[in-house]
């Protein structure tokens, strides 16, 4: 008896099978999380959700951070603000991590501000640890309810917010983002007058 080879179409299944497993392995925020929605609402997938006309004012937001202070998002008006809502268990959250520090780096002369948002139940124990092991330049703090209820994360991370720099909300972005579209919503929105 001979064995033969998956046909290229079982191989293709099989990697998207498994490309889908992966990358929802963080999507769902377990049901203790401060991010966990309502059991009555739908799952979110990855998605963009860019619309200058539906613009809405961003939330206050203060927190106090790890390694930068207090961050108040009404001290930087005129800034381009993204807000990252992660923890440490999600792959595709800490894989984006590097680029949007490498982003940071490169563009927050030109007006761009970061802060991540850890939602980790297990506390900032967790994170201090994390963030020991890494180098990353922008502030990390950790998420409340509150918080990440106001900013709409609903049951899935990481949950990008990009607002502009007159305070409004102008994109969200549900799953990883690649360093390139990254860095290209925020030049998009750095080009705009405050």
Request: charged share 20%.
């Amino acid at each position: 008896m001979t064995m033969s080879t998956p046909t290229p179409r079982y191989g293709l299944t099989l990697v998207l099978v498994l490309g889908a497993t992966l990358g929802l392995a963080c999507q769902s925020t377990p049901t203790d999380s401060p991010a966990a929605s309502s059991p009555d609402a739908p799952p979110k997938t990855a998605s963009s959700s860019p619309a200058p006309e539906a613009a809405r004012a961003a939330p206050n937001l203060a927190v106090e951070t790890f390694n930068a202070g207090k961050f108040d998002l009404s001290a930087h008006r005129g800034k381009v603000v993204v807000v990252n809502f992660w923890a440490t268990w999600c792959p595709p959250c800490v894989a984006e991590m590097p680029g949007f520090d490498a982003t940071y780096r490169r563009l927050k002369g030109d007006g761009l501000e970061i802060v991540g948002l850890s939602v980790d139940q297990e506390g900032p124990k967790v994170v201090r640890e994390f963030l020991a092991k890494r180098q990353i330049s922008y502030p990390i703090g950790m998420a409340d309810s509150t918080t990440a209820a106001r900013f709409g994360i609903g049951n899935s991370i990481p949950y990008t917010v990009f607002i502009d720099r007159r305070g409004n909300i102008r994109d969200t972005v549900t799953g990883g983002i690649s360093e390139g579209i990254f860095e290209r919503k925020v030049k998009q929105l750095l080009q705009e007058p405050a």
